[in-house]
C-alpha cells in the first residue's frame, strides 16, 4: 500500500514539473518601446482586439489593446 502510495506521488510530481516546464515566458514589445516580460503565453481575443497575459513581475493578469503590440517573442527559459 505504502508503495503504491510512493509511486503514485512520484508520477504526479513529475507530471507537474513536466507542465510546469512547458510554459515559457515571453516577451511583449510595444509600439512605445516598453517590454513586458508575460508568464506563460499571452491569450489574443480577436472579438476585442485585446491581448491577456500574467505580468511576470507582478503576478497580475493584464490586457493590452493589441494594436499597441510590436512583436511577441518566446524567451529562453
Do not use: W
Not at 507530471?15 to 510546469?20: D, I, R
Not at 512605445?32 to 513581475?57: C, R
Amino acid at each position: 500500500m505504502q508503495k503504491h502510495l510512493l509511486t503514485t506521488t512520484m508520477l504526479a510530481a513529475a507530471s507537474l514539473l513536466f507542465v510546469a516546464g512547458c510554459s515559457s515566458n515571453q516577451a511583449l514589445k510595444t509600439t512605445d518601446g516598453q517590454t513586458i516580460v508575460t508568464d506563460g503565453k499571452p491569450q489574443i481575443d480577436d472579438d476585442t482586439g485585446l491581448v491577456s497575459y500574467k505580468n511576470a513581475e507582478s503576478g497580475r493578469t493584464e490586457q493590452i489593446n493589441r494594436d499597441q503590440v510590436k512583436s511577441m517573442n518566446e524567451l529562453d527559459n
